[in-house]
């Protein structure tokens, strides 16, 4: 079985269930660049208090940010890890091929999570989290679509990536997941 996992698709595509699903399944560290960031939000710490703007505007962190995020939560002892909302362009895809060399875990496989937009926007907007509102939604699948969606293509290039319609049930969805990491 797969132990080096990262989903990949627009905001609202479902990729924290199903990361958090398979996960607990699997006793695997649940990387959310995204959850980790609002905890520091939460906490009030310095680094939430340089990002909070940020994310409820929609835009991106910077990069040598959340790269520091991912040093230091992506584990040492030899578990297995899912990555969610990690990279989301092609200088993250990079640093994190140089931390993946380094520890000796190569990534093994990429879900895509596919689903039309107009279902996203409704996903999101009954969500209602801080950064739900419709300007940001906006933004941040203008971000999606210009830097995060040519990760599809390189990831498809390295033969990893396996395709996943995420419009439908939720149980469905993570039995495809399973199916395919099997
Ligand atoms: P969603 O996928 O619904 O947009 P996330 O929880 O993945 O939700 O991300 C929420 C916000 O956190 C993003 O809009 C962005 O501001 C920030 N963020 C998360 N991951 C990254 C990342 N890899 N690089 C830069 N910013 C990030």
Known sequence: MKKHLLFLGPPGAGKGTQAA????????????????????????????????????????VSDQLVLEIVKKNLNKENKGWILDG???????????????IKLNQPLE?????????????KRLLMRGRKDDNEETIKTRLEIYKKTTEPLIEYYKNLSLLQYINADGDLKNISTDIKQKMA
């Open 21 to 60: 699903i398979l996960s607990e399944a699997n006793a695997y560290l649940h990387l959310s660049t995204g959850e980790l960031l609002r905890q520091e939000i939460d906490s009030h710490t310095l680094l939430g208090k340089q990002v909070k703007g940020i994310i409820n505007k929609g835009e991106l």
């Open 86 to 100: 990690y990279p989301r362009n092609l200088s993250q895809v990079n640093s994190l091929n140089d931390v993946l």
């Open 109 to 121: 496989i990429v879900f895509y999570l596919d689903i039309p937009e107009e279902v996203l926007i």
